[in-house]
């Protein structure tokens, strides 16, 4: 069994040992529902109709050994405990970017991945990984052989936001009168999308739609309803602007990452947001920010770079984990 | 044999293939003197009294396969021509700071690294690189067993720069009105040196001591001239400023990788600048700036940072890597 537990919702897929790329069963369930990992696990394994021997939870937060913390939930992990309660002969715990690095080898060019450079990266060298959700997830991917790999989920996110032209410059001038230091994931994950939003109209003056401005007053989801309105057919500018500085950011950061891991096999974007604009707008200030590296320009333009589109790769990232020879 | 071949000069040495650590023979010689890495080989072969099976060089540019290629002198290498003329079994190229990062589980804390920041880190999870010399080099280091590890030098350096405070951020403003992006080496690096101290002189006004002005209008080595002017009794106000911000972006930036890389094994600086403060400016600014990461700053605290001090590193990580069991 493995279970991707995020801050808003929960899922649960189980996998037979020998194939980690095909879920045999999948449940979701929003933790709002729940006051425990152990209540939201009890549910799951209540409904589906497997008895697995090995759990491997992958939690969005601070994973140390045996014992997890969730960044955004107060839920607790402590695998020797959950593997008592419920009779497995074993549970790992691992950051849930760990588990989506693991995902890499198993993900179909052609069906799972779309190419936003194809490159002429090495296959099998060091691949990174950036992604976009609530916060901005980052890792990294090393194939050792054939069935043996190192993966690991990082904090890279928090790093420090560095500008990459006149107008991101001017933004974090903005940012950084209010908070100190302004970390890329301030700027590049739905947390980011409204400070966006607020540098374009606050500090440059900018109008954004009505249909916008009565929205936001009434809205929850204030990074959804930006997004979208930056997107859709009736686009408002302001989010239309949000959307594209947010891609030349997430770009300007892959590129970054590329250089830092000598990522030949590969940067792969993830995460929650990038999958909800496909076809909807140009990746073209992504892709641009992501080669626009002086005299690298040429070293970044050979490295590929991917979108992951599958919805479950975590769930079969934390299987390959354990079952596909994570070493180190 | 192993080689470590730099920009200005060229050092090499004999290893049992037993012990990495242990240079049974040692020569140096400065480039300007011969045309190719073939000549000044045939040199040290000719001199030392040894018959090695196994060559690997270092060198500092871009390796791909069985190719380099260096980045600041016409130097070429191919590693069969090579085994071919000097009846090697094997040659093997890698990355200066590939071979730099493979010395490190071989560095002794006590008389190799100084410790910068003890932290609580584990031992053999991954670790960082940053190494300021002639440019930055960075890269990153993994242990996967007893005797197998992963090692890499990256082209990190060349990553955008990310101001950490008013005063960094007015540096890439400025900075930016002349080339751009702004990358992590055109501050960090001996050649980042020249142009802080162009700062403080042409932007701030700030003047320089009359000595250094002197110095600096006859002399040849700008960056020598600028640390070793704010490092003196009697300091210039202007390079110890340079000193004091050059170490503050060192850290920033190594903060950074610690981030990227998640590196609970720690974060280690080489390079050639750094050695020759020891002694003569205290590091606090360094290890602040590494330790100023906002809400992870108590997570970046608990990561060890090391200064390598042993100079002979590159030379017992070329070692390393073909002795020592790298994998991937």
Redo the contacts between chains.
């Keep these: 069994m493995v279970g991707d537990i995020g801050g808003s919702k929960s899922e649960f897929a189980i996998f037979s040992s020998d194939d980690p790329a095909t879920p045999l069963d999948f449940r979701r369930y929003a933790n709002s529902g729940f006051n425990s990992a152990e209540e939201v696990m009890e549910k799951y394994l209540s409904q589906c109709s497997h008895s697995p021997q090995t759990a491997c939870l992958a939690v969005a937060g ?1 994973v140390e050994a045996e014992r997890a913390q969730m960044t955004n939930l107060d839920w607790h992990f402590d695998a020797c405990a959950l593997a008592a309660r419920f009779s497995f002969a074993k549970v790992v715990l691992i950051n849930d970017m760990t588990a989506l690095a693991s995902s890499l080898p198993l993900l179909d060019r052609n069906h799972q991945l779309m190419t936003l450079n194809s490159g002429s990266g090495k296959q099998g060298a ?1 691949c990174g990984l950036v992604a976009p959700g609530t916060g901005l997830g ?1 890792g ?1 991917f ?4 054939q069935n043996s790999f ?1 993966a ?15 107008e991101q ?1 001017e933004l ?2 903005w940012l ?1 009168q209010k ?3 302004v ?1 890329w994931e301030m700027v590049a994950s739905g947390r980011g999308i409204p400070a966006l939003f607020a540098y374009y109209t606050q500090h440059c003056g900018m109008a954004p739609s009505g249909r916008i401005t009565r929205e936001l007053a009434g809205g929850d989801d204030q990074t959804r309803i930006i997004i979208d309105g930056g997107v859709t057919g009736d686009r408002c500018p302001v989010c239309a602007r949000v959307v594209e500085l947010f891609l030349a950011i997430v770009g ?1 950061e892959a ?3 590329a ?4 990522a030949t096999g590969g940067i792969y974007l993830g995460g929650g947001i990038l999958p909800r604009l496909v076809g909807r707008t140009s990746f073209a200030p992504l892709v641009t920010a992501f080669g ?5 320009t040429e ?1 970044v333009a050979r490295i590929p770079l991917y979108l992951i589109l599958e919805k479950k790769a975590v769930l079969m990232g934390g299987a390959n984990f354990v079952t596909g020879g994570q ?2």
């Design positions: 601070v060091v980052e990294l090393v194939r050792l052989g190192f690991l989920g990082s904090e890279g996110g928090h790093g420090g936001f560095s500008p990459a032209d006149k410059l974090l001038q950084q908070v100190s230091p970390s300007s590129g970054n990452l250089l830092k891991l000598n626009a590296k002086g005299k690298m070293l070493r180190g």
